[in-house]
């Protein structure tokens, strides 16, 4: 799978406002929809997992808007194909009990890559790892004692 390269620059709102929330929001909608017009196939082999990822309506849904809160997050969106691939497992937990986006995983996995913080759903229909949210890691987040 071969991915275009595009350079292009957004300026992306930095501000805490509504307004400034709301235009991250649909910035990060109109990425994903560049990124899956570029990404037909909407998957990503990652390494770590030697499996693929993929992009579903919950991806887009969940991460525009969680990462839209801050700016720091609506930028490390912007390496999707990068944090995808070569995203490392810190941690593996059951699915929020209260949480109806959850509801579909048989488990949640907690991913690293550089400042982004991925967490992945495994459907237990099928197996399949989809993305389920992509936001800056927070440096409050101790690393977990040992290795998964």
């Known amino acids: 799978m071969k991915e275009k390269i595009t350079k292009v620059i957004i300026d992306i709102p930095k501000g805490n406002g509504r307004e400034s929330k709301k235009a991250r929001k649909q910035i990060l909608k109109d990425f994903y929809a560049k990124w899956i017009a570029d990404n037909p196939n909407k998957i990503v082999w990652n390494h770590a997992l030697r499996a693929y990822i993929h992009i579903k309506y919950i991806s887009i849904n969940e991460t525009s808007g969680q990462a839209s809160i801050s700016y720091e997050s609506t930028r490390e969106v912007f390496r999707l194909s990068e944090v995808l691939s070569d995203a490392t497992l810190i941690k593996e937990m059951p699915p929020k009990r209260d949480d109806q986006n959850q509801r579909p995983y048989s488990k949640i996995?907690?991913?690293?890559?550089?400042?982004a913080l991925l967490i992945i759903g495994q459907q237990r229909s099928t197996g399949e790892y989809v993305q389920y949210c992509i936001s800056a890691w927070d440096k409050k987040l101790k690393p977990p004692r040992r290795r998964l």
Not at 109 to 115: D, F, N, Q, S, T
């Open 109 to 115: 996995l907690v991913m690293k890559h550089r400042g």
